[in-house]
Structures are given as C-alpha cells and as structure tokens.
C-alpha cells in the first residue's frame, strides 16, 4: 500500500479546492459521498488483486475491441461503478499506454460550484492503485481532461512502465521465442500471433530481435519470475451466478457455494502454485504520494534511461 492518504483526503495537496460558493447543506452533502467514495477505495481495491494470468490477457490484446473483450476489463469498470467512480470506459490505446474515460463523472458532479479546474483526484487515485497494487504494473496516471476545466468528459492517462509490463506480460513461451529456442509443441498460427503482439510491443523487429528486445533480454529477460497462481476475484462471483441460474435462488446458490469452499478451502492452502518471483528491476520504487507529487505520464523515465541504468548495476 502506497504511504499517506491519498490526494483527495491530504491537506498538503493540490487536489480539490473546498466547495467555495455552494451552500453549506450543499458542502456537507458533498463531503458525505466523497468520504462514501473514500471508504469503497480503501475496502475494495486491496480485495481485487488479480493474477498475472488475468493481466497477460489484458497486456496482449492490442486493439480496444479487444482489450474490452478481456474479463478483466469488464472486472475494473464494475469495481469502479461499485465504487461510485462511474462508467469508466478505454477511450484510447497504444501498447503501454491507456486513456479511460468517465461520462458524467459523479466526482465532477460533487463541486457544482467548481470550474476552470481539474477535481477529479479520486479517480485519478484509484486507477493508480489499481494498476499498481492489483495488477502490479508498475505506472503513471494523470488526468488529462476534465467537465470542470471545460473537456466534454474526464479523461485519465494511464502509462505502464515498460520493464513491468514485459515482466508480466512474457510468459515462458513468449521468452523462449525471444531467445530463439526451437518450439516443437506450438502450431504455426499460435507462433505467428506471437511473435504479431512481441512485434507491437517492439521487442521483435521483422521476426528478428529488435535492439530494445536484445538489450531487454541480455539484462532482465532470464530473472527468476515470481508468479502466485490464484483465482481471479471475479470468479467466486460468476460461480455463484451460475449456481443461483441452476438451482433457482441465491440462497441455495450461498450454501452451495459454502460447502465447496469449505471442502477445497485446506485442498487450496496446500497447492497454491508458487513460482519464484523478484520485483521489476528498477521500478524506481514509485510510490503514490500526494497530488502535488503525484506520479505524472510526463515524468515516467524511458526504455533507455532504465536499461542504462539496469547495465550501470550489473556492472556494479
């Protein structure tokens, strides 16, 4: 968990001004939710960790149509919405860097009194601690456009440090393309979308290693990987829909769902998979901090500076 409130709540920060103008009923009214809001960050953001597994399918589809097609897509805009954040939605799209939108954002709609100024700290809070703490993609959020500083909705910039998206989104087949080994149990469909997504996210060039790819694998493409094999937090709830569908009511769904946990529950503590796993090599140790320091897309170091810096400690 990143240290210290976030921006919405910190006195020191550059997030939203009081509500000058409204009235005080207003005002109160207004703090209400924004706590309500604060409260659902704090209770349900640490509950959605996903697994890589889920995020690897969410970093390879590179198109909107289908990153909005991957479960956990669909899994962040009904958090956000349980949250009270609204009906976020992927607006825009190049690999490793994200632009979401809110229509009517309901953070906007708390300062009526407000205008000629972004406010919307909240939300900006809460898809940095998704990205980082729940899918553990090392990233940047700002937003870039606001209702109250005359943009048509808001709009959030998310950019993926690339060394953690690689991390996450490579798995052992993906390196052994990347390393040139012969792969025997793979068809040649399979092998061409492959090495299609590692061309998009320019670690191939022309079927070849490209330099970013040569330079990524000679200096973190081989470290041990730790990746916790575990259930998405999606699934308990679509089994429980579908036990509600067969036997008629979420009540029998409950107690179903109850027996089997309670009989797979010391099954599931014994055979969790674990692979070993580091930290993303020199993640910079970003941390959330507050809004006047907040992590800004403009800030992010490149490919190049993190690789130099990745050679400069392995010849330390």
């Known amino acids: ?60 589809a590179n198109t909107i149509e289908n990153i909005k097609s991957t ?11 349980k949250i009270g954040l609204g009906d976020i939605q992927l607006i825009g799209y190049a690999p490793m ?42 990233c940047s959020v700002e937003e870039i456009e606001c209702t109250k500083d005359g943009g048509q909705i808001c709009k959030f910039k998310v950019d993926l440090q690339p060394i953690s998206a690689y991390q996450i989104m490579l798995d052992e087949t993906d390196r052994k393309i990347l390393n040139g080994q012969d792969l025997k149990n793979i068809g040649s469909d399979e092998l061409d979308r492959r090495k299609e997504i590692l061309t998009v996210y320019k670690l191939l060039e022309n079927g070849q290693l490209s ?61 969790a998979t674990v692979t070993p796993r580091v930290k993303p090599v020199d993640a910079d140790k970003k941390e959330h901090i507050p809004e006047k320091n907040k992590p800004d897309s403009g800030k992010s170091e490149s490919f190049a500076e993190l690789l130099s810096k990745m050679k400069k400690n392995k010849k330390e």
């Open 211 to 271: 330099e970013i790819g040569r330079t990524y694998m000679q200096f973190a493409g081989n470290m041990p990987v730790q990746e916790k094999i575990f259930d998405p937090p999606w699934k308990a709830r679509e089994e429980l829909a579908s036990i509600a569908k067969e036997k008629g009511t979420f009540g029998a769904a409950f107690g179903s769902m109850k027996e089997k946990m309670q009989a797979s529950g010391d099954k599931n503590g014994r055979d």
């Open 97 to 138: 860097h994200y632009i979401f939108g809110v229509p009517d954002c309901p953070v906007c709609n708390l300062y009526p009194a407000l205008n000629n100024q972004k406010v919307c700290a909240a939300t900006t809070d809460a898809l940095y601690r998704f990205f980082a703490e729940d899918l553990e993609l090392e």
């Open 1 to 60: 968990m990143p240290p210290g409130p976030p921006p919405f709540e910190d006195i020191s920060s550059s997030g939203p001004p009081p509500m000058e103008g409204a009235g005080f009923a207003q005002s109160m009214g207004a703090f209400g939710n924004m706590l309500k809001i604060q409260e659902s960050i704090s209770e349900l953001l640490p509950e959605s960790k996903v697994p890589w597994n889920e995020s690897r399918k969410f970093l390879k």
């Open 71 to 81: 479960p956990l897509y669909k899994f962040h805009r009904d958090l956000f919405k």
